[in-house]
């Protein structure tokens, strides 16, 4: 299976943006999906991650109320709506999947990942 990740860029503190991902080779709707980032010299961070139905979702405790996860299985598609950016959020993202149906958090629990798109949110 291969997942694309795109929609990143620059964009000022406080404004939004919206990351997708899509995958192709293989369904992705009956696996969990998740995002993840990595700053420079930092380790990839988990963000969000939802379950294969999309009623079940897990986000990293700074970006609750900031971001939301979201799929659409018919488009086997993922979606990261990112709002109130701040340079923190300075990362390359990236998408996964799993093998599993449930929300998981941990990097190793991930068998497929995208390419990454940088996101760079300027002060």
């Known amino acids: 299976v291969q997942l694309q990740a795109f929609g990143g860029g620059l964009v000022q503190a406080g404004g939004s943006l919206r990351l997708s991902c899509v995958a192709s080779g293989r369904t992705s709707s009956g696996y969990a999906m998740g995002w993840f980032r990595q700053a420079p010299g930092k380790e990839r961070e988990f963000i969000a991650s939802?379950?294969?139905?999309?009623?079940?979702?897990l986000y990293l405790d700074s970006v609750k109320g900031r971001f939301t996860i979201s799929r659409d299985n018919a488009k086997n598609a993922l979606y990261l709506q990112m709002h109130k950016l701040k340079p923190d959020d300075t990362a390359v993202y990236y998408c996964?999947?799993?093998?599993?149906?449930?929300?998981?958090?941990?990097?190793?629990?991930?068998?497929?990942w995208g390419q990454g798109t940088q996101v760079t949110v300027s002060s």
């Open positions: 996964a999947s799993r093998q599993q149906f449930n929300v998981a958090r941990y990097s190793s629990q991930y068998v497929y």
């Open positions: 939802i379950n294969s139905y999309g009623d079940s979702t």
